[in-house]
């Protein structure tokens, strides 16, 4: 079989080690500036993050064979992206809602769901990362699908947000680096999602059906 690119473990500094497999556990990025200036919606929502998307990880084969025995050399990197996500999309509507409620599960009971004007849930839908040379250094992208249900169950809107980001480096496997384009990704899918939220029809048609204004729509265009 003929080897197409070999990592060896030492490469995995800080990063949590297991063999040669190693894993990255992405910290939560700073906010970007255009999150800052929105004015808050005056609703509480509730906010359900499913099983699946608080435990996401991203897996691939660091030592490349065709086919990739991952299994048998343990050369893996896992990208541990539900928790961070969690905090990411629960900051971004904390920044579109005034107040946010967690729910343990889509369809509350009625006494909860009194409090709520609805319910948002979301789903990753892809994410990875790829090293483009020494003059572009590494890439990474992520992608979430957030959908914002009425309380009696029925899907309000669906949207996605989208985020690329790049670090500096060289070749080989540098897990600081990826986490940083990753950040940079995190930190541009959740301005995304918030300039998406003011461009939906539904949530328009939401809003005035509420008689509140489109607050922070201007802003959020900058």
Same mark, same amino acid.
């Given at each position: 079989m003929k080897r197409l690119a070999t990592v060896p473990c030492f490469l995995a500094l800080a990063i949590v080690i297991a063999g040669c497999a190693a894993s990255i556990d992405p910290r939560l990025p700073p906010r970007d500036e255009r999150t800052k200036a929105?004015?808050?919606?005056?609703l509480t929502v509730g906010a359900f993050y499913g099983e699946d998307f608080r435990a996401?990880?991203?897996?691939t084969c660091v030592v490349e064979f065709n086919p990739p025995p991952c299994a048998y050399y343990d050369h893996s990197l896992t990208v /541990?992206?539900?928790k961070t996500s969690v905090a990411l999309l629960d900051r971004t509507m904390r920044s579109l809602f005034a107040h946010i409620e967690r729910l343990d599960r889509r369809h509350p009971p009625p006494k909860k769901l009194r409090s709520l004007a609805a319910v948002f849930t979301p789903k990753i839908i892809g994410y990875g990362y790829s090293y483009g040379g020494p003059s572009s250094g590494w890439h990474a992208w992520v992608a979430y699908q957030l959908t914002l249900y009425t309380t009696n169950g029925k899907e309000l809107a669906q949207w996605t947000a989208y985020g690329a980001g790049k670090s500096e480096g060289g070749p080989g496997l540098?897990? /600081?680096k990826i986490?940083?384009?990753?950040?940079?990704a995190l930190r541009a899918a959740e301005a995304h999602a918030l300039a998406q939220f003011h461009e939906r029809k539904e949530i328009k048609s939401w809003l005035a059906a509420l008689c509140i204004p489109e607050t922070g729509t201007g802003r959020n265009r900058k």
């Open positions: 929105i004015d808050k919606l005056p996401y990880a991203f897996t /541990n992206l539900g540098h897990l /600081n986490e940083d384009a990753t950040l940079v």
